[in-house]
């Protein structure tokens, strides 16, 4: 399989348009259940296969991520009878792009390793249907414009929707069905079960457009199941947040919970850092926690205001500049260059890497 994949590897797209044209052309029904544009879809299924082929010898991991993919496609209507067609486009597709090396043996170790793939997609699937819905209507309850392209949205969803603090939900508007966008939600779970997402309008971007721009209060949103690894730290250890944009979501939710989950809640230190102080889109509210939590730390950061009186430079260098943050538990998230360069110099100054966690939805929003 791996000899077979890394052939089509340098015509990925080609590849990838093939396999939907033919997937479409034989099973013409299936369309209705993918978003208008492709482009996005075909290079999340490219990913999907390059993760699953160069993850065979590792069986663990991969079953995980099988199994995430399987409960995740319940929100598209994915059925048990769609893999078989899924299978035969994939098979054909390889066949095709992988000529040079196809053989009655690669095309038993596809069929193969697909099935057993599928068997674990659709079990997880079934297993999740058994205790959640593929998917939650939400109201919206409130919407601030902090800034000409960011806004505060907060929904209530129709049922409860169980979370970890620093997980993200992926979302989809009225505007554009069968488009689905990743967001932070930006609090820690509530007795009013009310969730916050805090969404930057990427340019050209759909669903983050349509939230920041012409979302309005009592309007419906559709949500997928809450999903992320980036979640809450152990009891007791010291916490060290470097949040860039709207990367503070997450962490401001991981915030809330570790200072209310304990009558002493441990040492909170957030780093919070935008280009001008403009963009410190939630600062007020940050500093009401504050005022509340004295054990709580707030330190704005801004990148591009020479006139700033607090905190001035890049994230990453102002990370660096007031270390030591050894035996800190470390959360990081915003750009990805930002979150590459954080991590980096954290680890040169000592912090093992196993205490420093990221995730990246906000990043993919659009």
């Known amino acids: 399989m791996k000899e077979s994949f890394a052939v089509i590897e340098p015509v990925a797209d080609k590849a990838a348009a093939y396999f939907y044209g033919r997937l479409f052309a034989q099973n013409p029904h299936l369309r209705a259940m993918f978003p208008p544009a492709m482009d996005t879809q075909r290079d999340r299924l490219f990913g999907a296969l390059t993760r699953i082929v160069w993850s065979l010898d590792s069986l663990d991991g991969l079953s995980s991520f099988l199994g995430r ?3 995740d496609h319940r929100r598209y209507g994915v059925l048990p009878e769609h893999y078989t067609a899924i299978g035969d486009a994939l098979l054909a ?4 792009f992988a000529a040079e090396v196809w053989s009655p043996e690669v095309e038993a170790a596809w069929r193969t390793a697909y099935t057993a793939a ?3 997609m659709i079990a997880s ?15 919206v309850v409130g919407h601030e414009l902090r800034t000409p392209d960011i806004a505060v949205v907060t929904l209530r ?9 620093g997980q993200y939900v992926n979302v989809q508007t009225a505007r554009w069905p069968r488009v689905w966008r990743p967001f932070s939600i930006a609090n820690a779970p509530r007795r009013d079960n009310t969730v916050r997402l805090h969404v930057r309008a990427v340019p050209g971007g759909w669903v983050s457009t349509a939230l920041v721009e012409h979302t309005r209060v009592g309007d419906t949103l559709t949500l997928g199941a809450p999903v992320g690894a980036m979640t809450p730290p152990a009891p007791g250890r010291d916490v060290l947040c470097v949040a860039g944009g709207t990367g503070l979501a997450p962490l401001k939710a991981i915030v809330e919970h570790v200072l209310a ?4 809640p441990p040492r909170v230190r957030l780093l919070y850092g935008a ?6 889109y939630d600062l007020p509210d940050l500093m009401r926690m504050r005022s509340r939590v ?3 730390e707030v330190v704005p950061v801004v990148s591009r205001e020479p006139s700033y009186g607090g905190e001035r430079g890049r994230l990453p260098e102002v990370v660096e500049r007031l270390r030591p943050w050894a035996g800190h538990e470390v959360y990081v998230c915003g750009p990805d260059d930002m979150v590459e360069e954080t991590i980096l110099r954290l680890q040169r100054a000592g912090v093992p890497p196993a205490d420093i966690h990221r995730d990246r939805p906000h990043t993919r929003s659009a």
Do not use: M, N, Q
């Not at 969803?157 to 603090?165: A, N, T």
């Not at 989950?261 to 002493?264: E, I, L, N, T, V």
């Not at 280009?275 to 410190?280: D, I």
């Open 118 to 120: 599928a068997d674990i």
């Open 69 to 71: 993919l399987g409960r």
């Open 125 to 139: 699937a079934e297993e999740d249907a058994r205790s959640s819905p593929a998917w939650w209507t939400a109201e």
């Open 275 to 280: 280009r001008t102080s403009r963009e410190l």
């Open 261 to 264: 989950s304990d009558s002493r």
């Open 157 to 165: 969803p129709d049922e409860r929707l169980p979370y970890l603090p």
């Open 294 to 296: 004295p054990r709580f």
């Open 93 to 96: 597709t390889v066949r095709r």
